[in-house]
């Protein structure tokens, strides 16, 4: 393919998108295939010669398209979703087209000064001090990583990155159950290790942080010869929703002199509607936050928010400057690499920047407020519905509920029941474990879902409720 045919083939897939979102509540929301379908369907080997894009492209719609799960469905009530509004599809558009590495200021200035600008307009539309700055990572998952390095260094006087942990006391970090699985992960890659990841008991309806219980484990780890490091709070849980009580646990970070990180990766989107700050009062406190814009405002996958008390913590952590990696002749220009682990990075303010000039501040608001008010109408509804019982209360608009019926195992009858609803293809739910039982999640937050959409899951979960009676 050359580039002379390329605006034919854009337009092509570009009307096949248009109409993808405009039809995609007509197919099942999860893949129906089986495993190995696809997999079968692929040749074993590679093409020596070239193919038409004719036939590349009927392939895709024949083999791949198949196999997909549609995350952009209306119905999507699983997980949390990661949305593609249409300007920043076309946004991402561009950033591929121009595939600009943008590790330095010098490789692409646009996307450095865009990065700090876009990221200033959601600090000011979350309510935040203007103490704090922002940076895009490639995922909640990464800025996590960056903040545990940080409070590692931080709690090793900056030496761990030189000489290695062997060369210090075991370092702790403290969380509840309830934080999302990245946090291990990134306990894990820092070197700290899962047994030093100190799981604090939750309390309350939120599942909050016994605050007492983390303030006296931070003392007997600090008495027991341990070096306590920092916390990680969450703010919206992915199981269902828990929230710690942020200003108790910032207390606790700074009178113990604590590193504090807060997980909001999907709750902190409705931080642009100031009547759920109230949620997270005392964040201002924290040295560092995380969301997903994907996860529920419409920003495109990949890119979540880093907002950082002190960027020069977090670069005294990362950033290294070989010479062929130096701007010269300039001050006080910013290279986000040196924010982040890896060094390259693409243009996502870009999709940021698309989003908010497309939607403002208060278009992203009302559709938060939408998907919160009647997801709670649906919860509601389902409380008032014999034969169910709802096992956690709407955060913002995720809940849980279970399906009860005497003499017979309840997580394996609701178990059938989340795998029969999902196999129906209506809509998509998943289940987690809340104090050990099964549970079923529901959460709505897909950009274009309406009313009618979320009133349909009442329909089909009691509908196939009742079939499996």
């Excluded at 103490?131 to 006087?157: H, K, P, W, Y």
């Excluded at 956690?392 to 394996?412: G, Y």
Aim: proline share 5%; hydrophobic share 40%; net charge negative.
């Amino acid at each position: 393919m050359k580039w002379d045919e390329f605006a034919g083939w854009g337009h092509k897939v570009s009307d096949w998108a248009q109409e993808y979102h405009q039809t995609i509540g007509e197919r099942p929301v999860r893949a129906q295939t089986q495993p190995g379908d696809i997999l079968n369907a692929l040749p074993v080997n590679p093409p020596d010669a070239p193919e038409a894009m004719e036939d590349i492209f009927q392939d895709f719609e024949d083999i791949v398209m198949p196999g997909m799960t549609h995350w952009q469905h209306p119905r999507f009530f699983a997980y949390f979703p990661t949305n593609a509004t249409p300007p920043s599809v076309l946004a991402e558009y561009l950033v591929a087209t121009l595939t600009a590495q943008c590790m330095l200021w010098q490789t692409s200035p646009a996307a450095t000064e865009m990065e700090t600008r876009v990221l200033d307009w959601l600090r000011q539309g979350m309510g935040l001090p203007d103490a704090f700055s922002g940076v895009i990572q490639d995922s909640a998952s990464g800025a996590t990583l960056a903040a545990v390095l940080t409070m590692r260094e931080r709690a090793l006087n900056w030496q761990g990155n030189t000489k290695g942990l062997s060369a210090h006391s075991a370092v702790r970090v403290y969380a509840s159950n309830e934080v999302h699985t990245s946090i291990d992960r990134a306990i894990w890659i820092a070197g700290i290790g899962e047994d030093n990841l100190v799981r604090i008991p939750i309390q309350g309806p939120n599942r909050a942080m016994d605050t007492e219980a983390l303030r006296q484990a931070i003392q007997a780890d600090r008495a027991a010869g341990l070096q306590p490091a920092g916390i990680i709070a969450c703010v919206g849980g992915t199981g269902v929703g828990a929230t710690d009580d942020i200003a108790a646990v910032a207390q606790v970070a700074q009178d113990e002199g604590l590193y504090l990180h807060v997980d909001a990766a999907w709750a902190g989107n409705a931080m642009v509607c100031p009547e759920f700050r109230p949620m997270w009062a005392g964040v201002e406190q924290a040295d560092s936050i995380v969301f997903n814009p994907y996860k529920w405002i419409g920003g495109q996958f990949d890119g979540s928010v880093h907002f950082v008390r002190s960027p020069e913590d977090l670069t005294r952590t990362l950033a290294i400057s070989p010479e062929y990696l130096k701007t010269h002749g300039q001050d006080g220009i910013i290279n986000y690499s040196e924010w982040s682990v890896p060094l390259g990075r693409r243009f996502r303010a870009l999709k940021l920047w698309f989003l908010i000039r497309a939607y403002g501040l208060d278009g992203l608001r009302e559709r938060i407020r939408n998907h919160v008010a009647w997801s709670r109408k649906l919860h509601d509804k389902l409380a008032a519905t014999q034969g169910f019982e709802i096992v956690t209360s709407p955060m913002w608009s995720l809940w849980s509920f279970r399906l009860i019926r005497k003499d017979v195992d309840l997580d394996a009858l609701n178990l059938r029941l989340v795998n029969a609803i999902n196999n129906d293809g209506r809509i998509y739910l998943t289940q987690t474990r809340v104090d050990g039982k099964l549970a079923i999640r529901f959460q709505c937050g897909q950009f274009d879902t309406t009313e009618q959409d979320v009133m349909m899951a009442h329909d089909v979960i009691t509908e196939i409720a009742e079939r499996l009676s």
